[in-house]
């Protein structure tokens, strides 16, 4: 015969949904990123470095190279050197739009994580809560 559930613990499960949709709603709403959220640096952070550096215009005095914007996939646009290359352009494109790409999951992880905690602590500590209080009401009820 299967055990059913008392009204504590379908009041605990019912108000422990309600929450979660909070959370979930607030966390979509207000905290969740999209790409235009990311910094140029955490756009950047996972490029290859040979190609990368040989693509950034010269940063000594007196030096003038040509460049051209390139588009980054926050909408930022980044100078590259005119003399890069199309095929090396594109592989750069790439490279940044796959670094781009890795930042931002990591980043809805990290975000995913804490509001998965931020749901997880307080029914936690109202599921011992509840069992505090009935061991001692049950302490009581013995005496």
């Not at 949709?21 to 950047?44: E, N, R, Y």
């Not at 590259?80 to 940044?96: H, P, Q, S, Y």
């Amino acid at each position: 015969m299967a055990r059913r559930l008392g009204g504590w613990w379908r009041l605990r499960i019912v108000a422990s949904v309600c929450y979660a949709l909070v959370v979930a709603m607030f966390t979509a709403t207000k905290l969740w990123p999209d790409m235009s959220a990311l910094s140029d640096q955490q756009v950047l952070r996972g490029v290859p470095g040979d190609l990368f550096t040989d693509a950034l215009p010269n940063a000594q005095p007196g030096s003038h190279d040509p460049t051209s914007p390139m588009a980054l996939p926050n909408g930022n646009h980044l100078d590259v050197r005119v003399g890069l290359g199309e095929a090396k352009r594109r592989v750069l494109e790439r490279d940044i739009d796959i670094a781009a790409h890795r930042s931002l999951a990591e980043w809805r992880r990290s975000i995913a994580f804490v509001a998965a905690l931020a749901w997880a602590l307080p029914c936690a500590a109202l599921l011992l809560l509840g069992f505090v209080v009935g061991w001692v009401r049950l302490g009581f009820k013995r005496a």
